[in-house]
């Protein structure tokens, strides 16, 4: 069963270009609710903690360096459906191959700086979210 909640996280390169907004407002506008938000920054072990998953792969440590090489804005999302929702809402990883209208779309630059992350399942989602929120961190 699907669940309501989803994680997202706005990437070193949009922040760093001012799309903080731009984005989260393209999230609201598609019945998205902000259950929790926070700006940090991701040292480079964390950023490998989170990436984890991938750590086999030839694209890790240039994942690691970039993100953490600046600000990133994480956050938990609510709607019906949120994690399919919210994957048809970012569109493809490669912004070359994203739908218009989509976040990547509209903000991406490249395969690895394409503006936002979202999680690929509702178990994902939980785990994502707990790896930056706690308890009472999230309304």
């Known amino acids: 069963m699907a669940t309501n909640q989803t994680f997202t996280m706005i990437k070193p390169d949009a922040v760093q270009d001012n799309h903080i907004g731009g984005i989260t407002q393209m999230m609201e506008a598609d019945g998205f609710r902000i259950v929790s938000l926070k700006k940090t920054r991701l040292t480079p072990e964390r950023a490998g903690e989170f990436y984890a998953v991938h750590k086999e792969r030839p694209f890790y440590n240039d994942l690691v360096k970039y993100m953490s090489s600046g ?61 930056f929120f706690d308890i009472d961190e999230r309304f």
């Not at 999302?77 to 048809?88: G, I, M, P, S, Y």
């Not at 936002?116 to 994902?124: C, L, Q, T």
Request: hydrophobic letters at 40%; zero cysteines.
């Open 71 to 131: 600000p990133i804005v994480a956050m938990i999302l609510e709607k019906e459906n949120a994690v399919a929702d919210f994957r048809k809402l970012i569109g493809a990883t490669n912004p070359a191959n994203a739908e218009e209208g989509t976040i990547r779309k509209k903000f991406a630059k490249s395969m690895e700086a394409n503006a936002v992350h979202g999680s690929d399942s509702d178990e994902n989602a939980q785990i994502e979210g707990d790896f």
